[in-house]
Structures are given as structure tokens and as C-alpha cells.
């Protein structure tokens, strides 16, 4: 039965999952903004949330805990040196899900995940 199981299978195996969140995860850290299809944004918020709200606080247990889900050092520095800070004062809910349309190939719904406050001009 499928009682209490949360979150979306998204028709791969757990490893391909987790390698696909881990990649997508680290293109939107770099870029602060993606374009990808709307229950993967869902799900990749349900997993970056919570590892921005660990970043709040730079303690090496912190930064070992955000590398052991994200496994990038450059990735891991950007979070505690901008994105932490950034949110320092929000208590939560720090990406927006925008919906963008219909992908053309298969219709799939698409969507555009940021995070808020973020810098007009990104390097």
C-alpha cells in the first residue's frame, strides 16, 4: 500500500532521482533561475528549502550537511556565502514556482523556479 509515502516516483528509480534533484539543484543555485516542468520544480523545492534554511547558520556540521545532499564544494560556498544571508531574516518559503506554459514535444506543463530577492543582473 502506499500509505504515507510523499513525494513523486516521476517514473525513474530512486538513484536516477536523486542524481537528476542533485543536478538540478545545483543548476539553479549557479543560475537562481531554471525553466523545467512543474512537479520536478515542486519536488526540488521540497528538497532546497530546507538546505537554505540549514545555510542560515555556517557551522562546519552545516556545511557537511548541505555537501552530503548536494555534493559540490562550489555549490556549497555559494550557499552559505549568498543564498544564507540573502534569507537571513525570512523564515521560510524562498523559491517562487512560476508557470510558464506547455513544453511543445509532449505538452508537458513547464514552469520557472527562482529564488525571491533575486539580483536582476547575475554573473
Known amino acids: 500500500m502506499r500509505h504515507r509515502k510523499s513525494g513523486r516516483q516521476l517514473n525513474r528509480n530512486s538513484s536516477h532521482r536523486k542524481a537528476m534533484f542533485r543536478n ?9 533561475f531554471i525553466k523545467t516542468t512543474v512537479p520536478k520544480a515542486k519536488e526540488l523545492r521540497r528538497m532546497l528549502e530546507p538546505l537554505i534554511t540549514i545555510s542560515k547558520k555556517d557551522s562546519v556540521s552545516n556545511r557537511r550537511l548541505v555537501f552530503s545532499r548536494i555534493r559540490n564544494h562550489e555549490t556549497v560556498a555559494k550557499v552559505f556565502t549568498k543564498l ?15 508557470k510558464c506554459g506547455f513544453r511543445l514535444g509532449d505538452n508537458a506543463s513547464m514552469a520557472y523556479i527562482e529564488f525571491l530577492d533575486r539580483p536582476k543582473n547575475i554573473d
Open 24 to 32: 538540478i539543484a545545483i543548476s539553479l543555485i549557479h543560475h537562481e
Open 84 to 98: 544564507g544571508p540573502r534569507f537571513i531574516n525570512r523564515p521560510g518559503g524562498y523559491i517562487r514556482i512560476l
